[in-house]
């Protein structure tokens, strides 16, 4: 049954949103003024395989992203992950059940999420300079060069990055691309923030710079994230709550609210005793095995 309450199209704050955006598209800082709201209603996914057989994947699969929330999704290899945040972006739809957008039915990639994937060597194009690729979806908003070219070198200072325009992806390292890619969507201005495991390809260092990156992007640029890992730690480190899925097929086993307020350190936060505790609560659900009765 569809929920009224995510039904409701938000199309004031739409209006309010496309006026923000024209209004900062000639202004200095690229702040963006609020994140969406997403809603995940009963979703379930099944493929079908070469061989014919249908596999579910997603089992109902149901819940809300608040304005400016940040969301963790953690879950075994596998386990639908990918395919739950693809159904998120409007990139492939759900067998059964919806996916709203600040209260709109999700048809096809929303105008105001940006998406940040695990494999940065296959999301950047190669042939292309830094800056035509962070620049490349701007063209969907139809803004003019120098506004895209203002919009790129912000956020490419923002991600740290802000000499290297000129360059092409290959002559940077691994944590530098995924930066790149990082910038790409910030000078989009997406509402929501939507990534699949984005530092799993980058060593420790680098990974938790970048944990701290985003936790600093989303305070300045005010999205909404929504952030697949596999890490429990850096699930916890990052978010308001983290979803744990589990099961096959997948549904959702339990939300973990993290009250550790908006300001993160790497050692202060994680050497909390309630990090410790939360860090506890989402592994232990992580592991239940299937079918437990507790699940
Ligand atoms: N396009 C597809 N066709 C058939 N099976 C798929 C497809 N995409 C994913 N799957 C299967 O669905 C399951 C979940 O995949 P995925 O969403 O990538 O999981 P995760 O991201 O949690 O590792 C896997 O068993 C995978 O093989
Ligand atoms: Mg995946």
């Given amino acids: 049954m569809r929920d009224t309450r995510t039904a409701q199209p938000a199309s004031q704050h739409i209006a309010r949103t496309q006026a923000g955006r024209l209004q900062n598209a000639g202004a200095s800082t690229g702040l963006v003024d609020s994140g969406a709201r997403m809603s995940v209603r009963g979703v379930s ?86 800056e035509k690729n962070v620049t490349l979806p701007l063209r969907r908003k139809k803004l003019a060069k120098e506004v895209q070219k203002r919009l790129s070198s912000e956020a490419l200072a923002a991600v740290g990055l802000g000499d290297i325009g000129t360059h092409y992806p290959w002559q940077l390292s691994g944590g530098m691309q995924q930066r790149v890619a990082i910038a790409r969507a910030i000078a989009y201005q997406p509402d929501a923030l939507l990534m699949d495991e984005p530092f799993a390809s980058v060593d420790a260092q680098t990974r938790s710079d970048l944990e701290d990156l985003i936790l600093a992007l989303k305070k300045q640029y005010r999205m909404t994230i929504v952030v697949v890992t596999h890490d429990i730690d850096e699930a916890v480190y990052m978010s308001d709550r983290v979803i744990v899925l589990s099961g096959s097929p997948t549904s959702v086993r339990q939300v973990v609210d993290v009250a550790l307020g908006t300001h993160r350190d790497q050692l202060v936060t994680k050497s909390l005793p309630e990090f410790v505790e939360l860090r506890n609560t989402v592994l232990t659900a992580v592991r239940r095995p299937v079918g437990d009765p507790t699940a």
Wanted: a negative charge; charged letters at 15%.
């Fill in 45 to 130: 996914k099944s493929y079908t395989t070469d061989r014919g057989v249908v596999k579910q994947v997603l089992a109902s699969v149901s819940f809300d992203v608040a304005p400016e929330e940040f969301v963790a999704i953690v879950g075994p290899s596998g386990a639908g992950k990918t395919t739950l945040l693809r159904a998120l972006a409007g990139l492939m739809p759900p067998t059964s059940g919806e996916v709203y957008f600040d209260g709109s039915p999700v048809t096809a990639p929303p105008e105001r999420l940006a998406l940040v994937f695990q494999d940065y060597s296959r999301s950047l194009m190669p042939w292309m300079t830094v």
